[in-house]
C-alpha cells in the first residue's frame, strides 16, 4: 500500500521546493513498488496556482478536501509565503492535517505555515538562512537554527532552502525504506546522499571574501574538504609556510574575517561543522539529536562510507612562503 504525501503550495511558492521532493518520493516509488508513495499537491482552493518563477501547477484537490490521515504533510517555501500567512483556510487546512499525520515537514519558508499554525513552538526548526531572524522575531516560542540542511524535531521536520528540500525528503525515504533506497535515489538524482557542511556555507554574510592568492584559495578548499582537520590559527599558518602574525594579517587582508573564525564544532553537536572559510561560532547546550545537521547519519541507518577528501600538498608551493603573500 503507498503511502500519502501531501504537498501544499500556494501563489508564489518555489517551484523546486515541490518539484525536488515530488521528484524524490517518486524515484523511490519505482526502486520500491506497491510500498512507494501517492504524492498529492494540494492548495487552499483548486485551481491553478503560480509558482515565483511564472510555471503553473494545475491543483486538483483543496486542502479541506483532502480526507487524511496521510502519512507526511510537506509545505513547500517561497518568498510568496508571507503573503499567505492570513490565510485561514491554508492555515487551519495545514493545521488539521498534521493533527493526523505522521510526519510534518516543511521545505525552505514553509517553516513560516508551520508556526502561523502553531505546529512549531518549543521545537527546534530550521528554515532558509536569510529567513531564520524573520522567523525567529515572529515566532518567538520556536527555537530556530539556521545552519542545519535539516532537523527532525519529533515528527516534525524542516529544511533549509530551495535543494535543501531534495535532502530532507532523501532523509525521510531513508527513515521509511532503508539507506540503500535512499541512496539509489540520490544517485539517479545526481546529487550527494550527505551533502558536506550546513547552510553557513552558502549564507554570504557569513563568508570572506575569495583570496586573491592561488595558494590561500587552495587553502580554503583544504579546509572544507578536511572538517575534522586541526583548523587553528597555528595550525594553519604552519601549512602556509608562515607565522601565526603574518599568516593572520595576509588571511584578513585578502578573506575579510580572521583565520581563528574558522572553527571546529564544540563536542557533542553530533558532527563537524562545515568549516569552510565562514565564522559561525560554536553555541553551547545544543541537544545532541541533530539528526540533520550534513555529514551526520541519517535517522535509523548507518551512515555511508566518507569520502576521500582532496588534500593540498604539504608544505605548500613556494610561493606561499612567508614574504610572498602580501
Request: neutral net charge; proline residues 8%; glycine residues 10%.
Amino acid at each position: 500500500m503507498r503511502r500519502g504525501v501531501v504537498i501544499v503550495i500556494y501563489d508564489d511558492y518555489q517551484l523546486l521546493d515541490m518539484a525536488g521532493p515530488v521528484d524524490v518520493f517518486s524515484l523511490a516509488s519505482l526502486i520500491v513498488g506497491d510500498g512507494g508513495y501517492a504524492v498529492e499537491v494540494v492548495a487552499a482552493r483548486a485551481g491553478e496556482v503560480r509558482a515565483a518563477s511564472g510555471i503553473t501547477t494545475t491543483v486538483r484537490t483543496a486542502l479541506a478536501d483532502v480526507a487524511g490521515p496521510v502519512d507526511t504533510l510537506m509545505v513547500a517555501g517561497g518568498l510568496g509565503v508571507f503573503d499567505h500567512l492570513g490565510d485561514r483556510e491554508l492555515i487551519d487546512g495545514v493545521a488539521r492535517l498534521a493533527a493526523t499525520a505522521r510526519r510534518v515537514t516543511s521545505v525552505c519558508t514553509g517553516a513560516f505555515v508551520l508556526a502561523e499554525a502553531g505546529l512549531l513552538d518549543g521545537r527546534r526548526v530550521t528554515t532558509h538562512w536569510l529567513m531564520a531572524d524573520e522567523l525567529r522575531a515572529r515566532y518567538p516560542a520556536v527555537k530556530v537554527d539556521e545552519d542545519p540542511i535539516y532537523i527532525r524535531d519529533g515528527n516534525v521536520w524542516t529544511s533549509a532552502g530551495v535543494t535543501a528540500g531534495m535532502d530532507l525528503a532523501m532523509a525521510l525515504v531513508a527513515e521509511g525504506h532503508g539507506h540503500a533506497v535512499a541512496r539509489d535515489v540520490a544517485r539517479t538524482l545526481v546529487v550527494y546522499l550527505h551533502r558536506s557542511g550546513g547552510q553557513s556555507q552558502f549564507s554570504v554574510p557569513l563568508r570572506g571574501s575569495p583570496p586573491r592568492d592561488e595558494a590561500l584559495r587552495e587553502l580554503q578548499e583544504w579546509i572544507d574538504a578536511n572538517p575534522d582537520a586541526d583548523l587553528s590559527v597555528p595550525a594553519l599558518a604552519r601549512r602556509m609556510n608562515m607565522s601565526e602574525r603574518h599568516f593572520s594579517r595576509v588571511f584578513r587582508a585578502q578573506v575579510g574575517i580572521p583565520p581563528g573564525a574558522v572553527r571546529r564544532a564544540e563536542p557533542g553537536r553530533g558532527g563537524p561543522a562545515a568549516a569552510g572559510d565562514h565564522q559561525r561560532l560554536a553555541r553551547p547546550g545544543r541537544p545532541p539529536d541533530r539528526a540533520g545537521h550534513a555529514g551526520d547519519p541519517l535517522p535509523g541507518v548507518p551512515a555511508p562510507p566518507a569520502r576521500v577528501p582532496r588534500r593540498l600538498p604539504s608544505p605548500v608551493p613556494h610561493r606561499a612562503r612567508q614574504g610572498e603573500l602580501r
